[in-house]
């Protein structure tokens, strides 16, 4: 996931489909959902914290807005904000050996759109009140 080629890879599925990203996912959710299956039904972790799993299930406009985002720039760039940060390190879409520049302004835009969205959500709660 670190690859930007094979994400763009697996999200093309009209020229040469990589499906190598799948067993990526797959492998994950095979891992982690007996987790969550386990933890859904605790109250409190190993460590003593509480844990808060999400209640609301309703889509709402932030929801689809906030996912169109996320797969549009997925889609443009093949970074995902996770894999971006491991892929600093990395050798780069534009062949520098680490800090790529693709990669420095794929995560400062990041920043960016993050300061964005939580200044407008403060914005919005303090003209609800």
Known sequence: MTNPSKVIGFLSITHNW?????????????????FFYFLKNKEVSTLGMKIELPSKQAVDKKL???????????????????????????PGISG???FDPIILIFLF??????????NLLQKT?????
């Open 18 to 34: 990589d499906a190598s990203l799948m067993f990526v996912m797959g492998g994950a959710i095979l891992i982690f959902a007996p």
């Open 64 to 90: 689809v807005i906030g996912s169109a985002l996320f797969g549009v720039g997925w889609g443009l760039v093949g970074l995902c904000p996770g894999p971006s940060i491991s892929a600093l390190t990395s």
């Open 96 to 98: 520098f050996a680490m």
């Open 109 to 118: 835009s990041m920043a960016i759109g993050i300061l964005v969205n939580q």
């Open 125 to 129: 709660i303090q003209n609800k009140n």
